[in-house]
């Protein structure tokens, strides 16, 4: 890894440490956030193509971890799947960008399997009750 790269990540580790909003839950709070505008903007889509919006706004949208063929690639099987729910979507982004795309990092670090497994069921468990606490703000 060359020094730019680990400069990079110093200060991503450091602001995620001081704005814990900056990791996941800011991921999670913006997706929801952009769900809600598009069905507002047009309420008449169908949820499904209220979901494939908002995977095609991720995919075009910086910060981007590999290129956008890449993360379509990733995402198609998403976009294809017509019984997706705003949970699936939000898990498959933050599943890419945290996990799949790092996945050497991980190793070369030797992240323990068990570290990884509590990460994901924590993030989840947020996933969860923040579209629970936006639905319910909405309904």
Avoid: C
């Avoid at 999670?28 to 908002?54: F, M």
């Avoid at 379509?72 to 996990?99: A, G, R, S």
């Avoid at 323990?112 to 993030?123: M, Q, S």
């Amino acid at each position: 890894m060359n020094i730019f790269k680990k400069i990079y990540y110093f200060f991503q580790g450091i602001l995620i440490k001081i704005f814990p909003s900056l990791g996941y839950k800011s991921v999670v709070d913006t997706q929801i956030s952009v769900y809600n505008r598009i069905k507002k903007a047009r309420p008449e889509l169908p949820e499904n193509e209220v979901l494939n919006k908002l995977i095609i706004s991720r995919i075009k949208a910086p910060p981007r971890v590999t290129s956008k063929e890449e993360e379509y690639d990733h995402y198609k099987p998403l976009l294809n799947n017509p019984n997706k729910t705003i949970e699936d979507v939000i898990w498959e982004i933050i599943f890419y960008e945290n996990l799949k795309s790092r996945t050497n990092e991980f190793l070369k670090k030797k992240i323990p399997p068990k570290e990884i497994i509590r990460w994901t069921l924590e993030v989840r468990q947020y996933i969860k009750g923040s579209v629970n606490k936006a639905k319910r703000v909405y309904d």
